[in-house]
């Protein structure tokens, strides 16, 4: 697969569990992938934007206090990912967010829905 190739599939990602966990748990979590390393965080709240101050010229953000977070180092192109790979990884972010959230995802708990 090729990088861009790559960046597409993950830079979807963001978007994807990020509208997911919105729109099916009703919960808040950022995603964030960082083309350059290759890694994406997932954030378990919101990020506050604090005011400009004199000189900057971009908005600054920050995470809340006790905010709980996990960084994840995806497949490098150079590793020639096979979609099987990708799935195994997006599997993991999902876990992920599922730790993040506090969601008790035992396999009793998935029986029961």
Same mark, same amino acid.
Not at 15 to 36: F, K, S
Not at 40 to 66: D, H, K, N
């Given at each position: 697969? /090729? ?8 830079? *979807?990602? /963001?978007?994807?569990?990020? %509208?997911?966990?919105? /729109?099916? +748990?009703?919960?808040?979590? @950022? ?9 994406? *965080? +997932? ?7 604090? =005011?400009?101050?004199?000189?900057? /010229? ?6 809340? %206090? ?7 180092? =995806? ?8 979609? %099987? @790979?990708?799935?195994? !990884?997006?599997?993991? +972010?999902? +876990?992920?967010? !599922?730790?993040? =959230? ?9 029986? @029961? =829905?």
């Amino acid at each position: 697969m /090729t990088t861009e190739e790559l960046n597409t599939i993950y830079s *979807r990602w /963001t978007g994807q569990l990020h %509208a997911w966990v919105m /729109t099916q +748990l009703g919960r808040q979590i @950022d995603c964030e992938y960082n083309p350059q390393n290759y890694t994406f *965080r +997932l954030y378990s709240g919101r990020a506050i934007a604090r =005011l400009i101050r004199p000189g900057q /010229t971009v908005p600054a953000f920050v995470r809340p %206090a006790g905010e709980r977070t996990e960084v994840f180092q =995806l497949p490098r192109p150079e590793s020639n990912p096979s979609y %099987a @790979d990708l799935g195994l !990884a997006f599997r993991s +972010l999902c +876990l992920g967010a !599922a730790r993040i =959230l506090q969601i008790d995802v035992s396999k009793r708990q998935l029986e @029961d =829905l």
